[in-house]
């Protein structure tokens, strides 16, 4: 167990519709990065959150924005979804200790979109 | 995009056998981190090697990292069925404030019981 949540497992949504995906950090992990992972692939980084500030983008159009709240929980937000948008979202979290590296996933959701 | 490509893309072993993955990226790095997945749930931290560092162990363990060559090696050793998992290597080019990792493709390990 990694200490980290997220919510909810599975969802299913309809293309063009908008979708909230949550993560709980661990307490003390001010860092919280997001990643999305297709079928047969590694994941991929889509943004960075410090101290509620986002801290750095990968290669995602501005349809996927994200929060980050005080209690260490944050927010995926996606919208007008669309068929690639399928996949497994990851959460990931890290401590302040900028000596150390590793990341805290946590379990992911699964989005389809039809 | 991902960073590079890991070998092989699948593996099956007997249990009590050595399992090795390789892992090649494109550009330099601060750290390589491997990583494991349990039929795609989240990923577990397995072992991080830093760009000064050539080899690394942790339990049954091993890591190398050639930064001339952009390859990484993962051995396990002593393999037991819950071995059965993803393996993934993650490079971190550092040089910011972002820790962002940039994923391999993956390889996908059998261990036969």
């Known amino acids: 167990e990694t200490g980290v949540t997220q919510s909810p497992t599975h969802l299913i949504k309809t293309r063009g519709q908008q979708v909230t995906l949550r993560c709980s950090s661990q307490?003390?992990?001010?860092?919280v990065s997001w990643y999305q992972q297709a079928l047969g692939q590694g994941p991929q980084f889509i943004f960075q959150y410090y101290r509620e500030e986002e801290n750095g983008r990968g290669n995602f159009p501005p349809r996927f924005s994200g929060l980050q709240f005080p209690n260490y929980s944050s927010e995926l937000n996606v919208n007008a979804l669309e068929l690639d948008d399928s996949a497994l979202y990851l959460c990931?979290?890290?401590?302040?200790?900028?000596?150390?590296?590793?990341?805290?996933f946590g379990p992911g959701t699964r989005l389809t979109v039809t | 995009s991902q960073q590079g490509e890991e070998d092989p893309q699948a593996l099956s072993i007997q249990e009590g056998e050595n399992a090795t993955m390789n892992c090649s990226y494109k550009?330099?790095?601060?750290?390589l981190q491997w990583y494991r997945q349990n039929s795609g749930r989240g990923l577990v931290h397995l072992i991080l090697i830093r760009s000064n560092e050539r080899e690394k162990h942790s339990g049954r363990l091993r890591v190398t990292l050639d930064t001339s060559k952009k390859s990484s090696s993962l051995l396990i050793t002593a393999s037991r069925a819950a071995d059965t998992a993803s393996y993934f290597c993650a490079t971190d080019a550092g040089g910011g404030a972002t820790n962002k990792l940039i994923f391999g493709t993956g390889t996908l390990l059998a261990v036969q019981p």
């Open positions: 550009t330099s790095i601060n750290n």
């Open positions: 307490s003390g992990h001010n860092t």
């Open positions: 990931a979290s890290s401590p302040d200790d900028m000596g150390s590296y590793e990341q805290y």
